[in-house]
């Protein structure tokens, strides 16, 4: 394995923080708690902070999902894109370029491609409320435990999510010294990982933890693409793909000075580079590969969803000023952290800060037109940044009476900017086209919100609460742009630079606890997402590409319960929400300056519906054994969608009128009928101290809606159902001082997508060729078969 000049300060680092440590305190560390003791043969006690105050998640009136560390290493969970297979209801998609990922729960996120929006589904790192794609990217390593919040969430995670909120947690310092190194390897993608942590006492008041991680893959995809001379192409640098290096670092301070004040700090740095990022892969060409214009556009392409991808690299002489030596790629450097700040008025109230920074910064280069054979007509390359800073001040009571309460302010100041350049293939235009089909520009928007928030928390009686609070949030968005055509800046004076947004969002629960094992609640629910600006291509001065408020209201019931003493923990909960201004994307045909344009629109109105089950039993005839299974039933529906463009060569025949087809009643993107997670874990402990522990998780889904397409021949714009099931058979040593592990990962060698995109690949995008377009889809990769080695050299023997 090669390791970067960071993996080794890392390890100079946490060796450097153990010998301090160890030479002040002089201790010795003792293995996790919850793996020295007793196995207790019902199922755990699981707390997660749904409402920012740490409760059971017996009690809390939320339909969420929580999965703890133990579990996510159990099955190498090392990636966002796991989550789906332990959450149902969940679903990610793949962007292009800066786009990123792409979340959607019970089908409500982002449909749009743009990588200026804010998602519908946020993402909130130890109190950094995220909403940027590639945000999405980042974070899923050393955690101490993940929250998936399904529905609106007005109230608690920063400005208010329509869709829901996906939490991390990562690991806090522990209170004796301990390190652990970690490396795995990959087999079907020959990638290679290393993880390195090390966390303990410092002083008596400060605690300190160090982790990084180091990966390096060749790829799952072989890439089989074999350029045609003379037209712009390269044969591919590499075999394989997505070939990817990744690498991150957080540190951790947590700070105790007084019985009423403690500080956590968390930094992170995270850098990921990846050739042929986004996998894509042609799945169906109605009319065939062949060009109008006698260009092998498509030349050797199957039009085959399989292990095999074919896209050529581009050739600098054909786009003058490419980056990357013609290589597609996507490379991105994030730098964030939070403080966080606890006070202790009095013993009943607590003051709490939490200042957030967050810093993106991507450069990327795609081969526009998937070509496999010719060069592409265009060539797109992309710099994108993202910076914002936080902060949030919240009040909580934990008073004896039965009122009370939650006050707190939310500001935001936050920047994107976006430096689009599409490049003409010199070797098919002449001047004047180039000139027409150029772009060169970047768009900047920037942020500002302010958000006051409360909550009355009102014990009624013993078990029974009511709670009601609300979110008001002012924003406001202005957008410059800059034409770089000329070879000077000049200003775009597009129709509608600055947008506002006032909201009060609403929320009512009501809760009753009859017994100490069951929990009944209810909630009425109101969300809310400001409009933005388009800025995927470069904005035109007569096309307002500004976009609306998305909103939604409902509500939910549902039951929490432990039965059978404690053995059995069931769940169930009905949802029914409606949306209106939903933010969907939209990619034009050729404007009248030949320019690409994707925007974002507003859906009419849309609805979501549904139950969710989940359970988990641990028979108590059978300690080592625990089974958990979760099942959600949905149905989400554009109820009026009437304004997205007609696809490349959409007829009347199949739903285009007026340059628009109508999807109204059409499903929702990456929203299944049908989602379901069941799996196992079982714990055997064997002799000499050693423990064997086979885990299992599987996940079903009914098909679901890709892109927004009516018509489409075969009904491509749709992927299919599938099951997918992971393995994993770990040995551990005596006290947990090592341990050995072979993991597999969709076994079943699904490969599937959550987004895929129709257009005239066969033609270049440029050249019309009379027929339906291609459909391409952004490919999650297949099996993946792990050998991971873990050693703890400080845990007690």
Not at 599 to 606: F, I, K, P, Q
Request: aromatic share 8%; proline share 6%; with cysteine.
């Amino acid at each position: 394995m090669k390791f970067s000049k960071a993996m080794l300060h890392l390890t100079t680092s946490c060796a450097c923080l153990l010998a301090w440590s160890a030479s002040a305190l002089a201790q010795t560390a003792a293995p996790p708690a919850a793996r020295a003791e007793a196995k207790d043969p019902r199922v755990s006690e699981i707390i997660v902070t749904a409402r920012k105050r740490q409760e059971s998640l017996l009690e809390v009136p939320v339909i969420e999902t929580a999965v703890p560390q133990e579990r996510l290493e159990r099955l190498q969970a090392t990636n966002l894109t796991d989550l789906p297979k332990l959450v149902p209801g969940l679903n990610l998609g793949q962007g292009l370029l800066s786009i990123g990922t792409l979340v959607s729960i019970r089908g409500v996120g982002t449909a749009s491609l743009d990588p200026g929006i804010d998602q519908s589904v946020s993402l909130n790192i130890d109190g950094l409320a995220l909403g940027q794609g590639l945000a999405f990217q980042s974070g899923m390593f050393d955690l101490q435990q993940v929250e998936v919040l399904k529905g609106p969430q007005a109230l608690f995670y920063g400005k208010s999510s329509p869709g829901g909120v996906i939490a991390l947690r990562t690991a806090d310092p522990t209170s004796e010294i301990e390190v652990i190194a970690r490396g795995a390897y990959e087999f079907e993608a020959d990638t290679s990982r290393a993880e390195l942590i090390a966390s303990g006492p410092v002083t008596d008041t400060l605690k300190l933890r160090v982790s990084g991680m180091y990966s390096e893959s060749s790829g799952y995809f072989h890439n089989r693409a074999v350029a045609a001379p003379g037209t712009g192409a390269r044969n591919p640098a590499y075999d394989d793909a997505p070939r990817a290096r990744n690498y991150m670092i957080r540190t951790t301070a947590l700070w105790n000075p007084t019985d009423t004040f403690d500080a956590r700090l968390k930094v992170n740095y995270v850098n990921d580079r990846t050739n042929n990022a986004e996998g894509l892969q042609l799945s169906n060409c109605p009319g065939g590969t062949a060009s109008p214009v006698g260009i092998p556009f498509l030349g050797g392409e199957d039009c085959r969803i399989d292990r095999t991808m074919r896209i050529v690299d581009l050739d600098p002489a054909a786009f003058p000023g490419l980056i990357n030596k013609g290589r597609p790629f996507l490379e991105s450097e994030q730098t964030y952290g939070t403080l966080e700040l606890n006070y202790q008025i009095r013993p009943e109230l607590t003051l709490t800060s939490t200042t957030g920074m967050y810093q993106l910064g991507s450069k990327s280069m795609v081969n526009t037109s998937q070509t496999s054979s010719a060069g592409p007509t265009l060539g797109f390359q992309n710099r994108f940044k993202r910076r914002d800073f936080t902060q949030e001040l919240r009040l909580n009571s934990d008073f004896a009476s039965p009122v009370n309460f939650t006050l707190g302010g939310f500001y935001q100041d936050g920047r994107i900017s976006d430096h689009v350049t599409g490049i003409p293939n010199r070797s098919y235009f002449t001047p004047v086209f180039i000139a027409l089909l150029s772009q060169n520009g970047e768009t900047a928007v920037d942020i500002e919100t302010y958000s006051a928030f409360g909550q009355l928390r009102w014990e009624v009686l013993p078990g029974l609460e009511l709670a009601g609070g609300l979110r008001w949030t002012d924003e406001e968005r202005s957008e410059s742009v800059l034409n770089y055509l000329s070879g000077t800046p000049t200003p775009v004076a597009v129709p509608n630079p600055r947008i506002k947004s006032s909201n009060t969002a609403p929320e009512f629960t009501a809760t009753w606890r009859p017994t100490d094992d069951v929990t009944l609640f209810a909630a009425y629910k109101r969300g809310y997402k400001s409009g933005s600006f388009s800025i995927a291509t470069v904005p035109v001065a007569t096309i307002d590409n500004s976009f609306g408020d998305e909103r939604v209201e409902g509500g939910e019931i549902g039951l929490k319960s432990r039965l059978f003493d404690r053995q059995l923990l069931f769940n169930i909960a009905a949802y029914n929400y409606r949306y209106r201004g939903l933010q969907v994307g939209a990619v034009e045909p050729l404007s009248s300056t030949g320019q690409i344009v994707i925007r974002t629109v507003n859906a009419g109105s849309a609805r979501t519906r549904g139950v969710d089950m989940d359970a988990a039993y641990r028979p108590e005839a059978v300690p080592e054994l625990s089974l958990n299974a979760a099942i959600n039933w949905n149905e989400a529906n554009y109820g009026t969608l009437n304004n997205i463009p007609c696809w490349s060569g959409q007829t009347p025949a199949t739903g285009c009128t007026g340059g628009v087809q109508n999807l109204s009643g059409f499903p929702m993107i990456r929203a299944p009928r049908w989602q379901a997670t069941f799996g196992f874990d079982y714990e055997r402990e064997l002799s000499d101290g050693m423990t064997l522990v086979f885990s299992n998780s599987n996940q079903f889904s009914s098909r679901y809606l890709t892109t927004l397409a009516a018509g489409r021949p075969n009904d491509d714009q749709f992927q299919q159902s599938f099951i997918k099931t992971d393995l994993s058979l770990a040995l551990r040593g005596p006290e947990d001082a090592w341990e050995v592990a072979i993991i597999g990962k969709n076994l079943t060698d699904r490969l599937t997508s959550g987004n895929c995109s129709i257009a005239n690949f066969a033609g270049g995008l440029v050249f019309p060729t009379g027929h339906a377009g291609e459909m391409a889809c952004y490919m999650d990769r297949g099996r993946e078969v792990w050998a991971r080695l873990t050693y703890r050299p400080l845990a007690r023997r």
